[in-house]
């Protein structure tokens, strides 16, 4: 393998030849965020692919992100480093099913989580993230049906937080489910001072626990503000890297999965690596590709999002 420091030149160089840029989210490698030119949430990724002017995205992120880029921006070439970076909550709602369930229930408004495929958003009204889920849902009329999909730990959530009552697809994500309730409260005993922040994505129980829950930029400018020095993070343990870099002096301690791990990785974005990342300037594949109708069909919910956002 080759060293970390020549691969960052390479990448540098193909960059520049490819009038590129690295949209990167937080749970990627330290490496790839270190040398992404932006780092951010959902909402933030699909606000800079929005307004890239560079000629190539390289998106090192999953599947449903790299599309998004695409139907925001389809004149740009949008790479996904590794076509096999999915999502299990993407891969819990498929379209046809989706199609069928929203069909039987027409008068609906259907709020989409952004992790979810370009089909899927095609078939929705609003398309939401972590971050703004909540706004979205109030900014709908209160004598509106609203279907939440694909995540029904967010959807129990925003219907806490709403006071709405939601139909919800049962979909969910195998990173943030697995956060082990045991081990969390044995880590709250360990260290009594430290302040739990949690991403929504987590079980309803785990939640109970939080002092904080938000979006994965909410939860490091929560803790990166706060008075605490101690946190315990509930979340993909790749947003560590950014709160260690903002917040030297503070202590963020990963929460545990059921598994034997000291830390919480997401498969599927961990498969983008800094090969692949050069790889991919240079070839300029895997190429994310969307069909013009569904693009303009899913754009209608995406652009909404932004101008409540
Ligand atoms: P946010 O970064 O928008 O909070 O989303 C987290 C996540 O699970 C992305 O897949
Ligand atoms: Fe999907 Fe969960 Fe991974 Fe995010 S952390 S990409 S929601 S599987």
Same mark, same amino acid.
């Given at each position: 393998?080759? @060293?970390?420091?020549?691969?960052?030149?390479?990448?540098?160089?193909?960059?520049?030849?490819?009038?590129?840029?690295?949209? #990167?989210?937080?749970?990627?490698?330290?490496?790839?965020?270190?040398?992404?030119?932006?780092?951010?949430?959902?909402?933030?990724?699909?606000?800079?692919? @929005?307004?890239?002017?560079?000629?190539?995205?390289?998106?090192?992120?999953?599947?449903?992100? $790299?599309?998004? #880029?695409?139907?925001?921006?389809?004149?740009?070439?949008?790479?996904?480093?590794?076509?096999?970076?999915?999502?299990?909550? #993407?891969?819990? !709602?498929? $379209?046809?099913?989706?199609?069928?369930?929203?069909?039987?229930?027409?008068?609906?408004?259907?709020?989409?989580?952004?992790? !979810?495929?370009?089909?899927?958003? /095609?078939?929705?009204?609003?398309?939401?993230?972590?971050?703004?889920?909540?706004?979205?849902?109030?900014?709908?009329?209160?004598?509106?049906?609203?279907?939440?999909?694909?995540?029904?730990?967010?959807?129990?959530?925003?219907?806490?937080?709403?006071?709405?009552?939601?139909?919800?697809?049962?979909?969910?994500?195998?990173?943030?489910?697995?956060?082990?309730?045991?081990?969390?409260?044995?880590?709250?005993?360990?260290?009594?001072?430290?302040?739990?922040? /949690?991403?929504? +994505?987590?079980? +309803? %129980?785990?939640?109970? @626990?939080?002092?904080?829950?938000?979006?994965?930029? #909410?939860?490091?400018?929560? /803790?990166?503000?706060?008075?605490?020095?101690?946190?315990?993070?509930?979340?993909?343990?790749?947003?560590?890297?950014?709160?260690?870099?903002?917040?030297?002096?503070?202590?963020?301690?990963?929460?545990?999965?059921?598994?034997?791990? /000291?830390?919480?990785?997401?498969?599927?974005?961990?498969?983008?690596?800094?090969?692949?990342?050069?790889?991919?300037?240079?070839?300029?594949?895997?190429? %994310?590709?969307?069909?013009?109708?569904?693009?303009?069909?899913?754009? %209608?919910? %995406?652009?909404?999002?932004?101008?409540?956002?």
């Amino acid at each position: 393998m080759r @060293k970390v420091e020549d691969l960052f030149e390479k990448i540098h160089r193909l960059k520049k030849e490819r009038n590129a840029i690295i949209l #990167a989210h937080y749970y990627q490698d330290p490496d790839i965020q270190d040398i992404a030119d932006y780092i951010g949430d959902s909402l933030g990724l699909s606000q800079q692919a @929005k307004k890239a002017n560079a000629d190539v995205i390289v998106f090192a992120g999953v599947h449903f992100m $790299a599309e998004t #880029a695409k139907i925001l921006n389809p004149t740009k070439t949008v790479l996904l480093p590794d076509l096999e970076a999915g999502c299990s909550l #993407a891969d819990s !709602c498929p $379209a046809d099913q989706f199609e069928k369930f929203v069909k039987s229930h027409p008068d609906h408004v259907v709020v989409s989580y952004i992790n !979810c495929t370009s089909e899927v958003k /095609a078939l929705s009204d609003y398309i939401c993230t972590s971050s703004n889920a909540v706004s979205i849902v109030n900014s709908i009329p209160k004598e509106k049906k609203i279907i939440f999909a694909p995540d029904k730990n967010l959807g129990r959530y925003v219907m806490k937080e709403t006071g709405r009552e939601m139909l919800l697809w049962d979909g969910s994500c195998v990173v943030h489910e697995t956060f082990s309730e045991k081990k969390l409260i044995q880590l709250m005993m360990d260290h009594p001072k430290a302040e739990v922040i /949690a991403h929504p +994505e987590c079980e +309803e %129980i785990v939640l109970k @626990k939080a002092n904080y829950i938000g979006s994965t930029t #909410a939860l490091l400018n929560y /803790a990166v503000k706060s008075k605490n020095n101690e946190f315990i993070v509930v979340t993909e343990a790749g947003i560590l890297h950014q709160m260690k870099k903002a917040a030297p002096e503070k202590v963020f301690i990963p929460s545990p999965p059921n598994a034997n791990c /000291a830390c919480n990785e997401c498969p599927y974005m961990r498969r983008n690596t800094l090969e692949k990342i050069a790889i991919s300037l240079e070839t300029l594949e895997p190429k %994310i590709e969307v069909s013009p109708k569904i693009q303009e069909k899913a754009l %209608i919910p %995406i652009q909404r999002m932004l101008e409540l956002s």
